[in-house]
């Protein structure tokens, strides 16, 4: 697991990677295929074609309850008794397969929007959700008159006879959705334009719009992204703008001038666009993107950018955000953070600017992943900071110049020289179960490779389906013979689920804004592609199929287990219209054939807070009389998904009518997803037992994290966690036991709960990883009022105190079981298809009838008679072997006592290695198996003596050993050896030339006549002899072997002090020698002696293994 960007308390924001993590265990959910029954509604409105709900109000509610936590409201109210048709599994569609048919025309543009509304609008007829600048109120698209007034007049019209959006007093924040379409063209603009809640600007796609800034302009901004009617910018949602081309350099180039000003929070898009601006000197100009500081937001992602020119391209100052895809060009600084607690920067590219990040107002966390530098002075200039402050994180940040300083701090001006390969971190920095931290350096941090894509984490810029012409895409409100009303009373269920069945695959399903009422489950089949309006596409639940908390009822499901397809979603609300204990949100089955086929996009989960739902009416008390909804999302392990902005909101304030409801929905995020699983920018807020929780997940990546947790929670406070869900708790919830029965800091909601453990210990709640978790890495969690950041297995490792930064405290780096086995004496080695090898050291007693036994580097023991305490080490092995690397295991060493007696005792030998070691079948049951059920994938030789002929018999060892591999024929096992360079090979050329190995790591150091290091600085008579291997190995049955150039990995690497100082080749030099000898005969990779050593270089950012990798893949170092 890797999480980037973790926020908490109020804040939290992280990215995540999860290559392991423990069994799957289901939670109870619906059958793994929606069946639906058909049955009839005494509430029917018989001048429709269709069953009616007729929300608000209730059919029924139950009678009062009397419970401790009661205020006397309704206790969870059942909604309705009508059932609607449904289909029981997927069939064939009869329309044409959905190709792209590239038109000109964005369907977006063409088609009927006349039917979108604003369902709890006393007079929603006359409200109009969808306006044309052009068609609609007149703008010019020639660029040759004023457009401002119709774009303004655009935004603010409510409709015929409506007072302008520009009051909260009729629309509150929710009832107001206004799509402001603006087809291609130039728009010359010449005053501000103000962006209200519910406004998204969204220019054609195809012919991005371009808003020019007129050079008589008044004022200081552009556009305005701050609906100020609503006071704190943290109270600002449901604001978009998309796909124009902003352009400021027709205005004077001096003046301090910004293009967006963006003071908004969560639910909220600013994306796919273009600001070009004039090239600036250093002191002063356009700015593209700017965040006030008296307007301090609360964004969760702004995506898809680019700058080019200007003074700054944005000038940040907020809360959290992850950047994802930003692209700036000839600024004069690309971001200026004045203020930032949590900000994580992913895939951004730098180019000829003078500073990339002036990050001396991060107050808790950087973090550049994925990202380049090129042709531009510093990437990033700040402070050292101390404890939590000023924490700075780098991933994968290529620069183009290896001599340029990257990183530039106040009191070292070369921190960070060129790039870095893996991970620089500076802050706090933790390893597993240690609760003493460091201050960072270059860590290691493993990538899974299903999450990436050209050695990056994958990413998927949000569909417009701009591909598919109008007749390919279909108004859901237009199809004819299925009504769907989405009036916000009418029970669309059947006719929805009719839709989708009938079209997946062959038309884009178009919701127009309006809450699309629903009784059942809503099921998205593989082959969909779902489109929405702004913030008004609402499917909203109600009924009693949603009442049973122990069996709950999805109420969008997209796929069932197994589905294999595409399901897109973008633009979607997903809510509750009443109290429903029993209904999880929406689930995710379904996985794709690549990355992304199955991925939600600006489509976010709201409970209560809003016009449309009795959870707005009937929660103003206790949140026993208020379980909302048993969960808002569900990944499951069959289910592979990309989500890209997303909040789940369980409402802390009401957004139309004012005031503080108590809702407790029970779950925020489960992700038991072992398929690729890719999070970036979400947040979730106010759920009772956990914001996210990563239940037996593998391959999971999440880039930013936003939670807080709810009100009715903490001190002094009479609701303790798991109330009141304690009766309908599943397998994977936390079940507080660690805490005190009565201690209310203790039992307040999860964070991050990464489990499948009962441990107890006393703490205080933030993020737990258990112990059957690993490789799990958290960089940049932010916490406020948290008094433990990190647990392990409810063991305190971090806390807020010890952390002091930003808003409360920072952990820059928490590597849990993040490091492959650390086996003392270990061998990397790289193969020239970037194939990695561990080899295990050493089994240094064996033969003379002598089962072997050694250990690895005390890790663990293997005693003589082939038992040991080996489980962690199964553990790791196991890790690997997900991670696609093999496991050698050497026998001998230079230590030790070793040799063979006879051919019969090298036949015993290689029983003992095969049973013990290789892979469970095919061996003797009665073996002992020191790592259990794990295995190695094969044997390495390093005989280093020769004493009394103690390496005879090497080659009938092998053959031996070769033998038994017919026993296990799915698996490729290995017979390797590391030898010695001088020829003839000391004290293995029996094994070499009259067996079959399949590597040979020869040791090119600690012999001077034939080191590597005479490539460089000749000193005595002979020569690095790597032909000369080839030549030795010609004829034998080892002529096949690769040949891997065995290196020290550190300058004390050979021998362990300064005398083998001389073997180890400079990062430098490396390029020269490996660019030369890898395309000669046999040539197999690289063999690095010890890489636990190797961590200690740093060169421009990569320790020596990565210099190596770097080198074999590019050709070019670090």
């Not at 809450?515 to 809503?522: E, F, L, R």
């Not at 909601?749 to 006393?762: D, G, K, P, T, V």
């Given at each position: 697991m890797t999480f980037r960007g973790l926020s908490m308390g109020s804040l939290l924001a992280i990215v995540a990677v999860l290559p392991l993590l423990a069994p799957a265990i289901s939670i109870p959910r619906s059958s793994s295929h929606v069946e639906f029954e058909s049955s009839a509604n005494s509430s029917k409105d018989t001048t429709r074609p269709f069953n009616a709900v007729f929300y608000p109000p209730l059919d029924w509610a139950p009678p009062l309850t009397t419970n401790s936590g009661s205020s006397g409201i309704n206790s969870t109210v059942i909604h309705s008794n009508l059932t609607a048709p449904h289909f029981v599994s997927f069939a064939s569609t009869s329309c044409s397969a959905l190709v792209p048919s590239y038109p000109d025309e964005f369907w977006y543009e063409a088609i009927d929007h006349s039917n979108a509304q604003s369902s709890f609008l006393n007079n929603k007829d006359a409200y109009i959700v969808w306006r044309n600048v052009i068609s609609d109120f007149g703008a010019d698209n020639t660029g040759n008159t004023d457009s401002t007034d119709a774009i303004r007049n655009a935004i603010n019209h409510g409709g015929n006879g409506l007072p302008e959006r520009t009051t909260k007093d009729t629309y509150g924040e929710t009832m107001k959705p206004a799509v402001v379409y603006v087809p291609g063209g130039t728009y010359l603009i010449s005053s501000t334009l103000d962006l209200y809640a519910g406004t998204v600007i969204v220019g054609d796609p195809l012919n991005p719009p371009v808003f020019k800034v007129a050079s008589t302009f008044s004022g200081t901004k552009l556009?305005?992204?701050?609906?100020?009617?609503?006071?704190?910018?943290?109270?600002?949602?449901?604001?978009?703008?998309?796909?124009?081309?902003?352009?400021?350099?027709?205005?004077?180039?001096?003046?301090?001038?910004?293009?967006?000003?963006?003071?908004?929070?969560?639910?909220?898009?600013?994306?796919?666009?273009?600001?070009?601006?004039?090239?600036?000197?250093?002191?002063?100009g356009h700015r593209g993107v700017q965040m006030g500081k008296t307007d301090y937001n609360s964004n969760i992602i702004i995506n898809d950018l680019t700058f080019n020119g200007g003074y700054e391209g944005m000038h940040l100052n907020g809360q959290q955000w992850v950047f994802k895809g930003l692209t700036f060009t000839s600024c004069t600084t690309a971001v200026n953070i004045v203020s930032c607690t949590d900000c994580v920067f992913l895939g951004t590219s730098v180019s000829t600017v003078g500073t990339g990040f002036s990050a001396y107002g991060v107050s808790g966390s950087l973090i550049i992943m994925d990202s380049t530098v090129k042709k531009s002075g510093p990437l990033v200039l700040g402070t050292s900071g101390y404890k939590g402050y000023q924490s700075i994180i780098l991933e994968n940040v290529m620069s183009d110049d290896e001599n340029k300083v990257t990183v530039k701090l106040d009191d070292n001006a070369s921190a960070v020289v060129g790039s870095v390969a893996d991970t620089w971190v500076l802050g706090q920095t933790y390893k597993s179960n240690d609760p003493t931290p460091g201050r960072g350096g270059n860590v290691r941090t493993q990538r899974a490779e299903v999450l990436l894509q050209n050695a990056r984490f994958f990413t998927k810029t949000q569909p417009t389906f701009q591909e598919y012409s109008v007749d390919q895409v279909l108004n859901v409100k237009s199809v004819s013979g299925l009504a769907v009303y989405g009036d916000g009373q009418t029970d669309d269920t059947a006719n929805i689920n009719a839709i989708l069945k009938k079209y997946a695959g062959c038309k884009v399903i178009h919701f127009p804004a309006g809450t699309y009422i629903v009784t059942d489950t809503i099921l998205v089949p593989p082959g969909s592609r779902i489109h929405g309006d702004a913030y008004g596409s609402v499917i909203s639940a109600t009924g009693g199929r949603f009442y049973n908390p122990n069996s709950p009822t999805n109420a969008v499901q997209i796929g069932n287990a197994g589905d294999v397809g595409v399901a897109h979603v973008v633009d979607m609300m997903f809510s509750v219209a009443d109290v429903l204990q029993g209904c999880k949100i929406l689930e995710v089955n379904m996985a794709g054939s690549q990355p992304g086929d199955v991925g939600l996009w600006n489509t976010h989960i709201r409970v209560g807070g809003a016009a449309g739902s009795k959870v707005q009416d009937n929660c103003n008390g206790s949140p026993y009389s208020c379980k909302a909804a048993w969960g808002m999302v569900h990944l499951t392990s069959t289910s592979s998904a990309y989500i890209e902005n997303m909040w789940g909101w369980t409402a802390d304030h009401n957004l139309d009518t004012g005031g503080s409801p108590t809702i407790s929905v029970a779950r925020g995020m489960l992700i038991e997803a072992t398929k690729g699983t890719w999070l970036v920018g979400t947040g979730f807020e106010h759920n009772t037992l956990y914001q996210y929780n990563f239940y037996q997940a593998e391959d999971v990546f999440t880039a930013m994290q936003q939670t807080e947790t709810p009100y009715f929670q903490g001190y002094n406070e009479d609701v303790l966690a798991p109330a009141p869900w304690a009766d309908n708790l599943v397998a994977s919830d936390p079940t507080f036991s660690n805490c005190g029965s009565d201690d209310t800091s203790c039992r307040m909601a999860w964070m991050e709960h990464i489990s499948n453990s009962s441990n107890l210990s006393y703490t205080q709640n933030a993020i737990n990883v258990d112990k059957e978790s690993s490789a799990v890495y958290l960089y940049g969690t932010n916490v406020h009022w948290v008094t433990n950041m990190f647990l392990?297995?409810?063991?305190?490792?971090?806390?807020?105190?010890?952390?002091?930064?930003?808003?409360?405290?920072?952990?820059?780096?928490?590597?849990?079981?993040?490091?492959?086995?650390?086996?003392?004496?270990?061998?990397?080695?790289?193969?020239?298809?970037?194939?990695?090898?561990?080899?295990?050291?050493?089994?240094?007693?064996?033969?003379?009838?002598?089962?072997?036994?050694?250990?690895?580097?005390?890790?663990?023991?293997?005693?003589?008679?082939?038992?040991?305490?080996?489980?962690?080490?199964?553990?790791?092995?196991?890790?690997?072997?997900?991670?696609?690397?093999?496991?050698?295991?050497?026998?001998?060493?230079?230590?030790?006592?070793?040799?063979?007696?006879?051919?019969?005792?090298?036949?015993?030998?290689?029983?003992?290695?095969?049973?013990?070691?290789?892979r469970p079948n095919g061996v003797d049951p009665s073996a002992p198996r020191p790592i259990g059920d794990s295995?190695?994938?094969?044997?390495?030789?390093?005989?280093?003596?020769?004493?009394?002929?103690?390496?005879?018999?090497?080659?009938?060892?092998?053959?031996?050993?070769?033998?038994?591999?017919?026993?296990?024929?799915?698996?490729?096992?290995?017979?390797?050896?590391?030898?010695?360079?001088?020829?003839?090979?000391?004290?293995?050329?029996?094994?070499?030339?009259?067996?079959?190995?399949?590597?040979?790591?020869?040791?090119?150091?600690?012999?001077?006549?034939?080191?590597?290091?005479?490539?460089?600085?000749?000193?005595?008579?002979?020569?690095?002899?790597?032909?000369?291997?080839?030549?030795?190995?010609?004829?034998?049955?080892?002529?096949?072997?690769?040949?891997?150039?065995?290196?020290?990995?550190?300058?004390?690497?050979?021998?362990?002090?300064?005398?083998?100082?001389?073997?180890?080749?400079?990062?430098?030099?490396?390029?020269?020698?490996?660019?030369?000898?890898?395309?000669?005969?046999?040539?197999?990779?690289?063999?690095?002696?010890?890489?636990?050593?190797?961590?200690?270089?740093?060169?421009?950012?990569?320790?020596?293994?990565?210099?190596?990798?770097?080198?074999?893949?590019?050709?070019?170092?670090?």
């Amino acid at each position: 697991m890797t999480f980037r960007g973790l926020s908490m308390g109020s804040l939290l924001a992280i990215v995540a990677v999860l290559p392991l993590l423990a069994p799957a265990i289901s939670i109870p959910r619906s059958s793994s295929h929606v069946e639906f029954e058909s049955s009839a509604n005494s509430s029917k409105d018989t001048t429709r074609p269709f069953n009616a709900v007729f929300y608000p109000p209730l059919d029924w509610a139950p009678p009062l309850t009397t419970n401790s936590g009661s205020s006397g409201i309704n206790s969870t109210v059942i909604h309705s008794n009508l059932t609607a048709p449904h289909f029981v599994s997927f069939a064939s569609t009869s329309c044409s397969a959905l190709v792209p048919s590239y038109p000109d025309e964005f369907w977006y543009e063409a088609i009927d929007h006349s039917n979108a509304q604003s369902s709890f609008l006393n007079n929603k007829d006359a409200y109009i959700v969808w306006r044309n600048v052009i068609s609609d109120f007149g703008a010019d698209n020639t660029g040759n008159t004023d457009s401002t007034d119709a774009i303004r007049n655009a935004i603010n019209h409510g409709g015929n006879g409506l007072p302008e959006r520009t009051t909260k007093d009729t629309y509150g924040e929710t009832m107001k959705p206004a799509v402001v379409y603006v087809p291609g063209g130039t728009y010359l603009i010449s005053s501000t334009l103000d962006l209200y809640a519910g406004t998204v600007i969204v220019g054609d796609p195809l012919n991005p719009p371009v808003f020019k800034v007129a050079s008589t302009f008044s004022g200081t901004k552009l556009i305005s992204g701050r609906d100020s009617t609503w006071g704190s910018a943290t109270q600002v949602f449901y604001i978009g703008l998309k796909n124009v081309v902003i352009d400021s350099t027709g205005f004077d180039k001096d003046s301090n001038f910004i293009l967006v000003y963006w003071a908004v929070s969560q639910a909220t898009q600013l994306q796919n666009i273009v600001f070009n601006m004039p090239k600036n000197s250093a002191s002063s100009g356009h700015r593209g993107v700017q965040m006030g500081k008296t307007d301090y937001n609360s964004n969760i992602i702004i995506n898809d950018l680019t700058f080019n020119g200007g003074y700054e391209g944005m000038h940040l100052n907020g809360q959290q955000w992850v950047f994802k895809g930003l692209t700036f060009t000839s600024c004069t600084t690309a971001v200026n953070i004045v203020s930032c607690t949590d900000c994580v920067f992913l895939g951004t590219s730098v180019s000829t600017v003078g500073t990339g990040f002036s990050a001396y107002g991060v107050s808790g966390s950087l973090i550049i992943m994925d990202s380049t530098v090129k042709k531009s002075g510093p990437l990033v200039l700040g402070t050292s900071g101390y404890k939590g402050y000023q924490s700075i994180i780098l991933e994968n940040v290529m620069s183009d110049d290896e001599n340029k300083v990257t990183v530039k701090l106040d009191d070292n001006a070369s921190a960070v020289v060129g790039s870095v390969a893996d991970t620089w971190v500076l802050g706090q920095t933790y390893k597993s179960n240690d609760p003493t931290p460091g201050r960072g350096g270059n860590v290691r941090t493993q990538r899974a490779e299903v999450l990436l894509q050209n050695a990056r984490f994958f990413t998927k810029t949000q569909p417009t389906f701009q591909e598919y012409s109008v007749d390919q895409v279909l108004n859901v409100k237009s199809v004819s013979g299925l009504a769907v009303y989405g009036d916000g009373q009418t029970d669309d269920t059947a006719n929805i689920n009719a839709i989708l069945k009938k079209y997946a695959g062959c038309k884009v399903i178009h919701f127009p804004a309006g809450t699309y009422i629903v009784t059942d489950t809503i099921l998205v089949p593989p082959g969909s592609r779902i489109h929405g309006d702004a913030y008004g596409s609402v499917i909203s639940a109600t009924g009693g199929r949603f009442y049973n908390p122990n069996s709950p009822t999805n109420a969008v499901q997209i796929g069932n287990a197994g589905d294999v397809g595409v399901a897109h979603v973008v633009d979607m609300m997903f809510s509750v219209a009443d109290v429903l204990q029993g209904c999880k949100i929406l689930e995710v089955n379904m996985a794709g054939s690549q990355p992304g086929d199955v991925g939600l996009w600006n489509t976010h989960i709201r409970v209560g807070g809003a016009a449309g739902s009795k959870v707005q009416d009937n929660c103003n008390g206790s949140p026993y009389s208020c379980k909302a909804a048993w969960g808002m999302v569900h990944l499951t392990s069959t289910s592979s998904a990309y989500i890209e902005n997303m909040w789940g909101w369980t409402a802390d304030h009401n957004l139309d009518t004012g005031g503080s409801p108590t809702i407790s929905v029970a779950r925020g995020m489960l992700i038991e997803a072992t398929k690729g699983t890719w999070l970036v920018g979400t947040g979730f807020e106010h759920n009772t037992l956990y914001q996210y929780n990563f239940y037996q997940a593998e391959d999971v990546f999440t880039a930013m994290q936003q939670t807080e947790t709810p009100y009715f929670q903490g001190y002094n406070e009479d609701v303790l966690a798991p109330a009141p869900w304690a009766d309908n708790l599943v397998a994977s919830d936390p079940t507080f036991s660690n805490c005190g029965s009565d201690d209310t800091s203790c039992r307040m909601a999860w964070m991050e709960h990464i489990s499948n453990s009962s441990n107890l210990s006393y703490t205080q709640n933030a993020i737990n990883v258990d112990k059957e978790s690993s490789a799990v890495y958290l960089y940049g969690t932010n916490v406020h009022w948290v008094t433990n950041m990190f647990l392990s297995d409810y063991t305190v490792i971090a806390t807020e105190k010890t952390n002091e930064g930003g808003w409360g405290g920072v952990v820059a780096a928490y590597q849990f079981d993040a490091s492959a086995p650390n086996n003392g004496k270990t061998v990397v080695a790289r193969a020239l298809d970037h194939e990695r090898i561990i080899v295990l050291a050493f089994l240094n007693n064996f033969g003379n009838g002598q089962t072997p036994d050694g250990n690895f580097g005390n890790e663990c023991y293997i005693d003589n008679s082939g038992n040991g305490d080996c489980g962690q080490l199964a553990n790791d092995i196991n890790t690997c072997h997900d991670a696609g690397v093999k496991i050698i295991l050497s026998i001998g060493g230079a230590e030790g006592t070793y040799g063979l007696s006879g051919n019969g005792d090298a036949t015993g030998v290689a029983y003992s290695l095969w049973n013990e070691w290789a892979r469970p079948n095919g061996v003797d049951p009665s073996a002992p198996r020191p790592i259990g059920d794990s295995y190695v994938d094969g044997w390495d030789l390093d005989i280093e003596k020769n004493p009394n002929g103690s390496s005879q018999y090497l080659d009938e060892l092998v053959t031996a050993l070769r033998s038994h591999f017919a026993s296990d024929p799915d698996h490729h096992y290995y017979v390797t050896g590391a030898s010695e360079c001088p020829i003839p090979e000391p004290c293995m050329g029996d094994a070499i030339t009259k067996s079959q190995l399949d590597y040979i790591f020869i040791q090119f150091y600690n012999n001077d006549y034939c080191s590597a290091y005479q490539e460089f600085r000749k000193d005595t008579d002979g020569g690095f002899n790597y032909d000369d291997w080839v030549d030795y190995i010609r004829g034998t049955p080892s002529q096949d072997a690769k040949l891997f150039i065995g290196l020290p990995a550190f300058k004390l690497g050979s021998t362990d002090d300064d005398s083998g100082s001389k073997y180890y080749i400079r990062s430098s030099e490396l390029p020269t020698l490996l660019n030369e000898y890898k395309t000669h005969n046999n040539f197999g990779g690289v063999m690095l002696w010890d890489a636990g050593y190797s961590d200690s270089v740093n060169f421009n950012g990569c320790n020596y293994v990565q210099e190596v990798g770097r080198v074999m893949a590019t050709g070019a170092g670090c």
